[in-house]
């Protein structure tokens, strides 16, 4: 397996690194990411006291059923290893890695 990787019209190789984790502890929930990605790779869910995810329906009236929101990744497939949801992380939640072909 070799690493996946891109040359550019410049010449240069480009390694694009994809979401692989995202540190649900250290998440605000504050949907930095989920408006910079371009792909819709990620969705802000509810979080309750046993960490279960709660879909938040868009009239989500914030009635106490989770303890918090936070980011998870809920389509990794679609991913195109920009790294702009790491950039924009005020928390650092994101690891990103490269792909092998
Ligand atoms: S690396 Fe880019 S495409 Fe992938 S989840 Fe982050 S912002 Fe979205
Ligand atoms: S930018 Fe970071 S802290 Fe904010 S929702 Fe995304 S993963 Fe969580």
């Not at 692989?20 to 309750?48: N, S, T, Y």
């Not at 879909?55 to 497939?77: R, S």
Request: hydrophobic share 35%; charged share 25%; proline share 4%.
């Amino acid at each position: 397996m070799t690493v996946f990787s891109i040359t550019l019209p410049s010449g240069a190789t480009w390694t694009p690194t994809f979401v692989a984790e995202l540190d649900q502890h250290k998440c605000i929930g504050c949907g930095r990411c989920f408006k910079v990605c371009p792909r819709g790779v990620l969705e802000l869910v509810g979080l309750d006291e046993d960490g279960q995810h709660i879909h938040l329906d868009d009239d989500d009236d914030e009635d106490g059923e989770y303890e918090k929101k936070v980011m998870t990744i809920a389509h990794q497939e679609l991913c195109i290893g920009c790294t702009a949801c790491a950039k924009i992380c005020p928390k650092k939640c994101y690891t990103h890695a490269a792909a092998t072909v």
